[in-house]
């Protein structure tokens, strides 16, 4: 053997003038060496291989049955719910983690962005349990008029909710008092890795019931008989004059009332956790006026028609007096979405109306600012168009599972050649949806439309494209309107917030809704 010199990339570094000692040198990996004189190869052994990124040190806080916030991370990250299969790209230091299951925890890791030097770092593996289903609970009915019920049998670690409102309030004792009728769920609280548990039975407290009095029995009169008399013999009497009565005047009767009733308020916005009075006025009538919610899991109203808003959507607050009615429309708002400038606003309550978009955090957020999924395009765009049927029962991208929200608008994007999928067969449904595969998913499913003699407003859109129909169709429509400078940006991520105006002007523009 002569010299060896490293001649092709690989794990390791071999110094010039070094020599193998022998003939063969094994766990050789992406790496040749040749001698000096190139007539024969030498294997040599790797010196060093590529080390992996740090494992993450993530820290996951449950807040329910199947979330939790994943903390101590950066968007460098990724994570998986469903055992190292899919992954999913962190969206910041705090991420909302939905569809945690004990049987597949949580796995995260660090991707390399040094393939040549580092390879992926190993997965973190957060080990998550779920806190037992409350038993040994009792309850105490309503026993007087005005009064209230309790449940009892609880303990701080538990939390209740009343039947048709999403969220839970903390127990701070052995019972949970002043309760009105109704039924009622507790379930034990989430706390660090354990998610919280299943809610309990159901436990219904029952209103006061007025006891029934038994009226006590009349007797009954024995009749005493009236003796029969003796006729007397009638005199003939002497007819008198019947004297011309006058007629009486017919009195004047009092009216009833005219009862009325009205809001001062016929519609109205209210951002979620926040409250609103709505003030009725009554007329021809001295009866209490009474409320009532068309979707208590939107809002709920008291008897003094104060409204509390839970989650984001529409729902009508009625009130009503002496078969009299009075309603008001109202608009609960996301949190995060008040303004009725932004672009997204009207979109975006709009389309929530409709139930094709749902929201973050019980709905109470929408998250105008995070990157749209492929899965979740699809599905939007199938909640937009009715959830049509599909002819099919199984989906061809072995990525696609029964069980994901997904699988059904997958097929019916398939049966109706909206989507084909990857070269390599698949469908990756998490990864971020593109402005392009956006546009074209929307013009696939509006039957590819022409575009001939159409002008191109955007530089960046070329002929040879495979979106250039879809976005000049889009732009016609007013769909889709670029930016600045004349670019529509075709590789550049979708958000959620343009995902939901792209939606709602196929949907005006289109579909002539809205």
Not at 363 to 376: H, I, M, V
Request: proline share 6%; hydrophobic share 30%.
């Amino acid at each position: 053997p002569g010299e060896y010199y490293k001649t092709y990339g690989g794990d390791s570094e071999l110094s010039e003038g070094s020599a193998p000692s022998g003939t063969k040198v094994s766990e050789l990996t992406k790496c040749f060496y040749f001698n000096q004189t190139l007539s024969t190869m030498a294997y040599v052994k790797i010196i060093s291989k590529r080390s992996p990124e740090k494992t993450p040190e993530a820290v996951f806080t449950a807040t329910g049955t199947d979330c939790g916030t994943l903390g101590n991370v950066t968007t460098a990250n990724v994570v998986s719910l469903d055992g190292g299969s899919t992954w999913t790209a962190v969206t910041g230091d705090n991420m909302a983690l939905t569809g945690v299951t004990v049987s597949k925890g949580i796995r995260v890791k660090l991707p390399t962005e040094d393939p040549l030097n580092f390879v992926d770092s190993e997965e973190q593996v957060i080990k998550v349990t779920q806190a037992s289903r409350p038993t040994g609970l009792g309850k105490t009915d309503i026993t007087t008029k005005g009064g209230t019920g309790s449940i009892t049998g609880v303990k701080t670690t538990m939390e209740y909710r009343k039947d048709g409102e999403t969220a839970y309030k903390a127990i701070t004792s052995t019972s949970v008092t002043g309760l009105a009728a109704g039924k009622y769920y507790v379930r034990v609280k989430a706390a660090g890795t354990v998610l919280a548990s299943p809610d309990s039975s159901a436990i219904v407290i029952n209103p006061y019931k007025a006891p029934t009095i038994t009226p006590t029995k009349k007797p009954t009169v024995t009749p005493t008989k009236k003796p029969t008399a003796a006729p007397t013999k009638k005199p003939t009497a002497t007819p008198t004059k019947k004297p011309t009565a006058k007629p009486t005047k017919k009195p004047t009767a009092t009216p009833t009332p005219k009862i009325s009733l009205t809001l001062n308020k016929s519609s109205a916005e209210i951002v979620c956790a926040k409250m609103l009075t709505l003030k009725a006025t009554a007329k021809g009538t001295n009866k209490a006026v009474s409320w009532s919610s068309s979707n208590t899991k939107i809002a709920t109203v008291d008897k003094n028609g104060k409204i509390t808003a839970k989650q984001a959507g529409p729902v009508t607050i009625t009130a009503s007096v002496a078969g009299k009615s009075a309603a008001c429309n109202v608009t609960v708002l996301y949190k995060d979405v008040t303004s009725s400038s932004d672009f997204w606003y009207a979109p975006t309550n709009y389309l929530t109306a409709k139930g094709v978009v749902k929201g973050y955090d019980n709905q109470t957020k929408f998250k105008p600012d995070n990157e749209c999924t492929r899965a979740q395009m699809l599905t939007f765009m199938w909640r937009l168009m009715g959830e049509p049927k599909t002819k099919q029962n199984s989906c061809k991208f072995p990525d696609v599972k029964s069980g994901d929200y997904f699988f059904k608008p997958v097929i019916w994007a398939v049966e109706k050649g909206i989507t084909t999928g990857y070269s390599d067969g698949k469908f990756k449904p998490q990864n971020v949806c593109t402005r392009a595969q956006t546009v074209t998913f929307l013009w696939r499913m509006a039957g590819k439309p022409g575009v001939a003699n159409a002008k191109n407003p955007f530089s960046d859109v070329k002929e040879n494209d495979y979106f250039y129909n879809a976005v000049l169709w889009a732009s016609g429509k007013n769909i889709a309107a670029g930016y600045k400078g004349g670019t529509f940006k075709p590789q550049g991520t979708c958000l959620r917030r343009q995902m939901v105006t792209f939606l709602y002007k196929y949907d005006k523009y289109v579909n002539k809704k809205g």
